[in-house]
T-cell receptor, first 115, second 114 residues
Framework: DSGVTQTPKHLITATGQRVTLRCSPRSGDLSVYWYQQSLDQGLQFLIQYYNGEERAKGNILERFSAQQFPDLHSELNLSSLELGDSALYFC??????????????FGPGTRLTVT | GNSVTQMEGPVTLSEEAFLTINCTYTATGYPSLFWYVQYPGEGLQLLLKATKADDKGSNKGFEATYRKETTSFHLEKGSVQVSDSAVYFCALSEANFGNEKLTFGTGTRLTIIP
């Protein structure tokens, strides 16, 4: 158990809908990262938050957005869903900025299926 | 940009065989290198890491050495077990003003048969 929790575990929804994925980082971790794992794209970085502020953006679609709240949990919002958004979405957390040397702890993921 | 290239799988070995999974990288600076493992139905777990050239990361019998001259970080284990069956990801992190995103390889699925 990494200490990172994600809810829900599974989500099935229809095209055009909007969903919210939730992540609680390990106690004390200030950075939260979101990754998407799909068969065709592999594991891709979406976005990073550090202590409530957006730190970096990766290959995140405009239909997707995220935020980190004062209690440090984070939510990833996916809207106008398309079939191609079906994937496993991982949240990870790390303690602090440390020049890229710090381990990221991954949650169990949320499997999103868009029908 | 940064990239990681892993040997394609799937890889199937017999128990107690020697394992090598090749990983090479492209980066503009001096990245940290990682191997993560994903067991069926689970999230990723850090297996080992190396943060500078010639460092050797090791854990659970697995080893990988950071080779700057060949830009490689190959994963090795001398004697694999059935419990090592999983997907292995090579990754790098090159911090840039706090952006510590991981760039992953495509993953290598390893199956160990008794």
């Amino acid at each position: 158990d990494s200490g990172v929790t994600q809810t829900p575990k599974h989500l099935i929804t229809a095209t055009g809908q909007r969903v919210t994925l939730r992540c609680s980082p390990r106690s004390g971790d200030l950075s939260v990262y979101w990754y998407q794992q799909s068969l065709d794209q592999g594991l891709q970085f979406l976005i990073q938050y550090y202590n409530g502020e957006e730190r970096a953006k990766g290959n995140i679609l405009e239909r997707f957005s995220a935020q980190q709240f004062p209690d440090l949990h984070s939510e990833l919002n996916l809207s106008s869903l398309e079939l191609g958004d079906s994937a496993l979405y991982f949240c990870a957390s790390s303690v602090d900025w440390s020049g890229g040397q710090e381990e990221q702890y991954f949650g169990p993921g949320t499997r999103l299926t868009v029908t | 940009g940064n990239s990681v290239t892993q040997m394609e799988g799937p890889v199937t070995l017999s128990e107690e065989a020697f394992l090598t999974i090749n990983c090479t990288y492209t980066a503009t600076g001096y990245p940290s290198l990682f191997w993560y493992v994903q067991y069926p139905g689970e999230g990723l777990q850090l297996l080992l890491k190396a943060t500078k050239a010639d460092d050797k990361g090791s854990n659970k019998g697995f080893e990988a050495t950071y080779r700057k001259e060949t830009t490689s970080f190959h994963l090795e284990k001398g004697s694999v077990q059935v419990s090592d069956s999983a997907v292995y990801f090579c990754a790098l992190s090159e911090a840039n003003f706090g952006n510590e995103k991981l760039t992953f390889g495509t993953g290598t699925r390893l199956t160990i048969i008794p």
